[in-house]
């Protein structure tokens, strides 16, 4: 079977393959092509690779190439995990949102809605490409605003494209992990839009047990939400939220915290990775040793601005063990092989959620078969929640307009309606400096 992998010479790709070396079973992958625009990041992470697959007999296969069209045909799985303007794009997006009082986080607010406007046109033309090429491909968006450009895609793809992310897999394993319940046997009632969702239960055996946590504060405070968020919040709540509404309940704060910090997220990420694809052009170098070192840099100080805000100390240790290539695997292996599970997943609503219509992409547990994932009907949102989703997913159309009709109003707008900016004025200047900073965004009229 031969995957794709779109953003091939990407920090996280090591992930990915070190995942696929430890799947033996029938079906499996044998042949991975990595996909860059950059020579020497596809370079990088080709030696990376090669060391994971030193003592793994009948490691799959590894080839790059910068040619999209070659890198699609013949795919049965297609990974598309592309950063649009690279680490320099998310750190300039950070830096004008800060300039404007306003967060720049690259799926949140500001800096999430400039993202996805440089990078919708891009993720369209792939999905055509994708149905001209490998029609009977399967897409796994990675690529972020998850949910945003899941749903860009699909308009092209249809179901064929899923969505996945980390967050809502981390939160439900830390949460029956603190229950003393077996994850794997745990049903997660999780419903939202990616890096805006909510666990309103966990079911194991049929009982949920999520009231019993919300009960006991000293259990309720014992994990990362639990210190985030703080106890009082999550119990007046009644429900445990993604870490990524953090930004949302104490926004304020968080723009403080970003605003006094030496470097932004983008900044740091910015410069640490390109010491070590600079590092990696040395032939000397030990490849994998120095990814490794990077990475759990990278890990340990993942959302440390919210953290210091919260008063949450340093993450745990299994927190720092990654996330997206367990649940890509997953959802392979389910699809390739009719290996039934139950995934929370990016995918189109079809009637799940009553609040939005059919065509916008949710984030919901799935049911997940060789015909792909099925959304699981999910239980209205209560009336708080529902007006935070039903405001961000109309920003996402917003910016889908814009990418479309290349308007420049219509980026104001999706600017202006987001519930972290809320200024028509600031909306304005974000799209000025925006505009300024980023080549991509040159189509806005």
Request: hydrophobic share 45%.
């Amino acid at each position: 079977m031969k995957l794709t992998i779109l953003g091939g010479g990407g920090f996280r790709v090591p992930l990915v393959y070190g995942a696929l070396l430890t799947d033996r079973g029938e079906g499996r992958v044998t042949e991975v092509v990595l996909h860059d625009l950059d020579d020497s990041r596809l370079y990088a992470v080709a030696r990376v690779l090669a060391e994971q697959a030193a003592t793994v007999p009948d490691a799959p296969t590894v080839t790059a190439t910068t040619d999209l069209d070659e890198a699609l045909r013949g795919a049965d799985f297609i990974f598309s995990a592309i950063r649009v303007g690279g680490l320099e794009g998310r750190a300039n997006d950070e830096r004008v949102a800060l300039a404007q009082g306003v967060l720049g986080q690259e799926t949140v607010g500001a800096g999430g809605i400039a993202y996805g406007l440089r990078t919708v046109p891009v993720a369209v033309d792939i999905a055509q490409r994708v149905a001209r090429l490998a029609p009977d491909a399967w897409v796994i968006n990675f690529t972020n605003p998850a949910g945003l450009v899941t749903e860009a895609m699909s308009r092209h793809l249809g179901d064929r494209v899923i969505g996945i992310c980390d967050s809502p897999v981390g939160l439900g394993r830390r949460i029956a992990t603190v229950l003393g319940a077996n994850p794997r046997e745990a049903f997660i009632d999780y419903v939202g839009l990616n890096h805006l969702g909510w666990v309103r239960g966990l079911r194991v055996a049929g009982r949920d047990e999520l009231p019993r946590l919300l009960a006991d504060p000293d259990l309720l405070g014992s994990f990362e939400e639990g210190k985030l968020f703080g106890t009082d919040w999550l119990q007046s709540l009644g429900a445990i939220p993604n870490e990524y509404l953090h930004y949302y309940y104490f926004n304020r704060e968080t723009v403080r915290a970003y605003s006094e910090v030496e470097k932004t997220r983008g900044a740091f990420l910015r410069d640490q990775q390109a010491q070590f694809y600079d590092e990696m052009k040395r032939p000397d170098t030990a490849a994998l040793t120095a990814w490794d070192r990077t990475r759990a840099e990278r890990e340990a100080t993942y959302m440390a601005e919210n953290r210091e805000t919260a008063g949450a100390g340093e993450r745990d240790a299994d927190d720092l063990s990654g996330g997206y290539e367990k649940v890509a695997l997953a959802l392979m292996r389910a699809i390739a092989r009719d290996e039934r599970t139950t995934l929370i997943l990016n995918v189109r609503n079809q009637g799940a959620l009553s609040v939005l219509d059919a065509d916008a992409v949710i984030e919901v547990p799935c049911l997940v078969d060789a015909n792909g994932a099925h959304p699981v009907a999910v239980d209205p949102l209560p009336d708080h929640a529902t007006g935070l989703v039903c405001a961000v997913k109309g920003v996402e159309r917003e910016v889908l307009a814009a990418a479309g009709n290349g308007s420049r109003t219509t980026a104001v707008k999706a600017f202006a309606l987001h519930p972290l900016v809320d200024s028509v004025n600031v909306a304005r200047r974000l799209v000025e400096g925006y505009t300024e900073v980023h080549p991509g965004l040159a189509y806005l009229k």
